[in-house]
């Protein structure tokens, strides 16, 4: 592989050729092969490109990378599954530290643990775990990386049973702002391992995570069920109603959205705006019928679709409807309660959706997600019963400004001072940082990243500034 210095490149031709000579891995640059698939993410809002993309196949390589943007000054980009919605896990001119090489897993079913590489996706882990009838709570959408997920909170189908991800971590080890390695867990380094559940990548790179697991399938009560998009009104008010009588195990969300052409829907509904409420039972097969049936009897049901699924085939089901290389903007509210307000706002955005791709989620929060107390983890908000994320999505360029801005508008209507979440924020804003996390929360993590990241090397996300 050449080395030779690039007219953009921040780092030294000898420097580099050092560094990439010591790679267990490799170092891709700009005009090499390989370059622009391994510079691109998902989001296709942001086209960026690295000075130097260093693919990495162990803890070594990342303590190199590490080292390297210390010593040099160079602005550090880190990517798991590479789905930031902010752009975060790419970067211009800078260094980009890639994991997603890194996707060994281990199971243990006898204590019901498993330990993943933190370049793993949601599928990964789940066809692992699922070998064992376990599964611990992953994203919606099984291309996400289990990493950031994890770090900004994770919420996912099994939240209301089993917690959000990062109620589950056990362990994780990680490489800090001075390229040390360290391992973080209620016994060990535990201030560090409550700001790793619910700070994001702040305080440096998790190369590692252990996750307590839960008996989930191989087979639940999935699925989604539809409605006209002018009963609105209707479906939302039933839908909070079914929601405060919900057991644990059942996890739902709204979707207002606009009717994808697949073939469990009418064609005369195709590209027409549309409710869908989705639902995953993680209890009981034999009572998650009698569970989900408010759900599924909201108004006018045009399409039901919920039935006994593999747990990993509905981890997968929305996947094709998020393809990569598309625009992406999200921006988030958390809601304590959801009052008539609330669903006025939610049913005239709904009204307003700016394109077929467009969406807002709803999701029912509670159960033991709320069972957590405030000040365990960094993802502190747990009294707050609904979160609402505005998705903007467009195929290109045309007519994404717009459509963000019709975002915005949303979350504005929803509450000005409403919380947001980390993990569904799509641009970096300290406002939006300080909404994340009550005060006491912040101030708390700001002293963290003194300890461990004083010059604010990990940048590159939801920003917690260092004061020292």
Same mark, same amino acid.
């Given at each position: 592989?050449?080395?030779?210095?690039?007219?953009?490149?921040?780092?030294?031709?000898?420097?580099?050729?050092?560094?990439?000579?010591?790679?267990?891995?490799?170092?891709?640059?700009?005009?090499?092969?390989?370059?622009?698939?391994?510079?691109?993410?998902?989001?296709?809002?942001?086209?960026?490109?690295?000075?130097?993309?260093?693919?990495?196949?162990?803890?070594?390589?990342?303590?190199?990378?590490?080292?390297?943007?210390?010593?040099?000054?160079?602005?550090?980009?880190?990517?798991?599954?590479?789905?930031?919605?902010?752009?975060?896990?790419?970067?211009?001119?800078?260094?980009?530290?890639?994991?997603?090489?890194?996707?060994?897993?281990?199971?243990?079913?006898?204590?019901?643990?498993?330990?993943?590489?933190?370049?793993?996706?949601?599928?990964?882990?789940?066809?692992?775990?699922?070998?064992?009838?376990?599964?611990?709570?992953?994203?919606?959408?099984?291309?996400?990386?289990?990493?950031?997920?994890?770090?900004?909170?994770?919420?996912?189908?099994?939240?209301?049973?089993?917690?959000?991800?990062?109620?589950?971590?056990?362990?994780?080890?990680?490489?800090?702002?001075?390229?040390?390695?360290?391992?973080?867990?209620?016994?060990?380094?535990?201030?560090?391992?409550?700001?790793?559940?619910?700070?994001?990548?702040?305080?440096?790179?998790?190369?590692?995570?252990?996750?307590?697991?839960?008996?989930?399938?191989?087979?639940?009560?999935?699925?989604?069920?539809?409605?006209?998009?002018?009963?609105?009104?209707?479906?939302?008010?039933?839908?909070?109603?079914?929601?405060?009588?919900?057991?644990?195990?059942?996890?739902?969300?709204?979707?207002?959205?606009?009717?994808?052409?697949?073939?469990?829907?009418?064609?005369?509904?195709?590209?027409?705006?549309?409710?869908?409420?989705?639902?995953?039972?993680?209890?009981? +097969? *034999? $009572?998650?019928?009698?569970?989900? =049936?408010?759900?599924? !009897?909201? @108004?006018?049901?045009?399409?039901?679709?919920?039935? #006994?699924?593999?747990?990993?085939?509905?981890?997968?089901?929305?996947?094709?409807?998020?393809?990569?290389?598309?625009?992406?903007?999200?921006?988030?509210?958390?809601?304590?309660?959801?009052?008539?307000?609330?669903?006025?706002?939610?049913?005239?955005?709904?009204?307003?959706?700016?394109?077929?791709?467009?969406?807002?989620?709803?999701?029912?929060?509670?159960?033991?997600?709320?069972?957590?107390?405030?000040?365990?983890?960094?993802?502190?908000?747990?009294?707050?019963?609904?979160?609402?994320?505005?998705?903007?999505?467009? +195929? *290109? $360029?045309?007519?994404?400004?717009? =459509?963000?801005?019709? !975002?915005? @508008?949303?979350?504005?209507?929803?509450?000005?001072? #409403?919380?947001?979440?980390?993990?569904?924020?799509?641009?970096?804003?300290?406002?939006?940082?300080?909404?994340?996390?009550?005060?006491?929360?912040?101030?708390?993590?700001?002293?963290?990243?003194?300890?461990?990241?004083?010059?604010?090397?990990?940048?590159?996300?939801?920003?917690?500034?260092?004061?020292?």
């Amino acid at each position: 592989m050449t080395t030779t210095q690039t007219a953009s490149s921040p780092i030294g031709s000898a420097t580099l050729a050092e560094f990439t000579a010591g790679l267990r891995g490799s170092a891709v640059l700009p005009g090499e092969p390989g370059y622009d698939q391994a510079r691109s993410i998902w989001n296709g809002a942001h086209d960026r490109h690295p000075a130097v993309i260093a693919q990495c196949a162990g803890v070594a390589d990342v303590m190199r990378t590490v080292d390297l943007a210390r010593s040099e000054g160079v602005p550090l980009a880190v990517r798991g599954g590479g789905h930031s919605i902010p752009g975060f896990s790419t970067i211009d001119g800078g260094i980009l530290l890639d994991l997603s090489q890194m996707t060994g897993i281990e199971v243990n079913p006898d204590d019901r643990t498993v330990t993943a590489q933190a370049g793993c996706t949601w599928k990964d882990l789940d066809a692992e775990t699922q070998q064992f009838g376990l599964a611990v709570t992953g994203g919606l959408v099984s291309s996400t990386g289990i990493a950031g997920f994890t770090t900004g909170g994770g919420i996912g189908w099994l939240m209301r049973k089993h917690g959000l991800a990062c109620d589950n971590l056990i362990r994780a080890d990680l490489v800090t702002a001075d390229g040390q390695f360290v391992r973080a867990s209620a016994d060990e380094n535990a201030e560090l391992f409550w700001g790793l559940r619910g700070g994001g990548g702040n305080f440096g790179v998790v190369t590692s995570f252990e996750f307590q697991l839960h008996e989930v399938g191989p087979t639940v009560l999935s699925g989604l069920v539809f409605y006209p998009a002018q009963e609105a009104e209707q479906v939302l008010a039933g839908y909070r109603a079914a929601c405060a009588a919900a057991p644990d195990e059942l996890t739902t969300l709204v979707n207002l959205t606009t009717a994808p052409p697949v073939p469990f829907l009418p064609e005369s509904v195709h590209g027409t705006r549309i409710i869908g409420v989705g639902g995953c039972w993680s209890g009981d +097969p *034999d $009572a998650g019928e009698a569970a989900t =049936a408010p759900f599924r !009897a909201l @108004g006018t049901v045009i399409s039901d679709v919920f039935a #006994a699924n593999p747990y990993a085939g509905w981890q997968q089901a929305l996947d094709p409807l998020w393809p990569r290389g598309i625009h992406n903007y999200f921006r988030s509210a958390f809601l304590p309660a959801l009052d008539d307000r609330a669903l006025r706002v939610l049913a005239e955005s709904f009204a307003t959706l700016p394109g077929p791709l467009a969406e807002i989620h709803l999701q029912h929060l509670g159960g033991a997600v709320g069972r957590v107390g405030a000040q365990d983890t960094a993802y502190a908000l747990r009294d707050q019963e609904f979160i609402v994320n505005v998705i903007a999505r467009t +195929p *290109d $360029a045309n007519g994404f400004e717009q =459509a963000t801005d019709w !975002a915005r @508008g949303v979350t504005t209507a929803l509450g000005p001072d #409403a919380r947001a979440y980390v993990n569904f924020t799509g641009e970096s804003d300290p406002a939006l940082v300080l909404a994340s996390y009550p005060p006491q929360t912040h101030r708390r993590l700001v002293e963290l990243k003194n300890r461990y990241d004083p010059t604010n090397l990990f940048r590159l996300n939801q920003n917690i500034v260092p004061t020292v």
